[in-house]
């Protein structure tokens, strides 16, 4: 699960990195808030 979850921040970092004029942000929220919750 920790290779897992970390792959996952890489590859969400390079994504925010990328879509930084996108509006990622309330995406990646709730995507961390599903991860919190699922840890």
Do not use: C, P
């Amino acid at each position: 699960m920790t290779l897992f979850t970390t792959l996952l921040v890489l590859i969400f970092e390079r994504l925010f990195k990328l879509g930084e004029h996108w509006q990622l942000d309330h995406r990646l929220e709730a995507f961390f808030r599903r991860v919190k919750h699922f840890s």
